[in-house]
């Protein structure tokens, strides 16, 4: 993968830094394909520095793409790698400015030649477009997590709880492939479903009550991301009209998204068509994130952000209406970003699920 390192290069080199230090793991995953949950890479002398201690030296030699040097430290870290910067010759020294650790600055910070330069989302920004391996693999999240979902729907019935219903469904992910649940799985019924993290929990579901189900998977390393609404029995009149609100809304922003299309273009479209159906104050939250290593990264879909979409950026696209002490209602795609128009990576249709 010199390619990643390539333009990682170009993103920091005006920086007037000598090396930069990465310790965010989904970025180092990105740089390297190493797994582990605890390591540190150093980009120096346009080289990838993969610095480990014991329990990953092996691990690591047999998973980081072809190029990328593996080390091994023995703690204290920062003794080791005062050493190896003296050796390179690193007297300016990046960091990642919001994914550093406080004692880790500290120690850092207590090296007397060193100086320390703050970079924003450098790797992030090298996430944002995905390559044809991270869709294939995020394409195959999707697939898992939907085909868990549809066998779930067979157990949900009067009186299991929501707990039990994530438990069945994060079950599924893992027979069918998956690695783990890419969050903590949102099962939220009547008027928990108000509550847009409403987290599974004890309550029992009770024939008419609207269910939110949010839920996704990770599948070597990429995640998946979808919501559909379930019933037991059918649902309220109005219910069914606000879920139709939504869902045309959601229609609507799938539709918009397009290489060439402010992110926040596509929220406010969105943001419109709820509002002058009269929900506008109970959308509370953007209209989508990226997805990608992790399940929320950039880019951020809502009024504020300054992306552009570009072909290949996977993002969610998910508006949703939250009636306090009532229901709540959300509908959500992974979607890939086209030239013309774009693809629903989450293949299931957008209705409401009665069982």
Not at 33 to 52: P, Q
Not at 211 to 232: H, L, Q
Request: hydrophobic content about 40%; overall charge negative; glycine content about 8%.
């Amino acid at each position: 993968m010199l390619k990643r390192l390539d333009n990682l290069l170009e993103q920091f080199n005006g920086n007037n830094i000598d090396a930069f230090l990465i310790n965010a793991v989904p970025n180092i995953r990105y740089l390297t394909n190493f797994t582990g949950e605890d390591a540190f890479l150093l980009v120096a002398s346009k080289k990838l520095f993969l610095i480990v201690d014991s329990r990953f030296t092996v691990q690591a030699e047999g998973e980081v793409f072809e190029g990328v040097e593996v080390l091994e430290y023995k703690a204290p870290f920062i003794n080791y790698f005062k050493d190896f910067l003296l050796k390179e010759k690193v007297h300016w020294l990046g960091v990642e400015k919001n994914r550093m650790a406080l004692n880790l600055y500290l120690s850092l910070s207590s090296l007397s030649f060193l100086k320390i330069v703050f970079l924003d989302n450098v790797v992030e920004d090298l996430r944002i477009v995905k390559d044809l391996q991270e869709v294939e693999k995020i394409k195959k999240a999707c697939a898992i997590s939907s085909k868990s979902f549809s066998e779930t729907l067979a157990v949900i019935k009067e009186g299991i709880t929501e707990r039990d219903i994530a438990s069945e469904l994060e079950y599924r992910f893992k027979r069918n492939g998956g690695a783990k649940p890419s969050f903590d799985t949102i099962v939220a019924s009547g008027k928990r479903g108000a509550l847009p993290h409403g987290l599974a929990s004890d309550k029992k579901i009770i024939p008419h009550e609207l269910i939110v189900m949010d839920f996704g998977v990770f599948f070597d390393g990429y995640a998946s991301d979808t919501t559909r609404m379930v019933c037991v029995g059918e649902p309220t009149g109005e219910e069914k009209k606000v879920f139709e609100v939504v869902r045309k809304a959601q229609e609507i922003g799938r539709n918009f998204v397009q290489k060439g299309i402010s992110a926040s273009e596509v929220d406010m479209k969105v943001r419109k068509f709820i509002q002058d159906e009269g929900y506008g104050d109970y959308f509370i939250h953007g209209l989508g994130h990226g997805v990608g290593l992790e399940i929320h990264e950039s880019p951020r879909l809502n009024t504020d952000s300054k992306t552009i979409l570009d072909e290949n950026m996977v993002i969610t696209v998910e508006p949703g209406v939250y009636l306090p002490g009532k229901f709540g209602i959300r509908v959500e795609d992974t979607m890939l970003v086209g030239k013309e128009s774009s693809v629903i990576l989450t293949e299931l249709p957008h209705e409401i699920y009665i069982v």
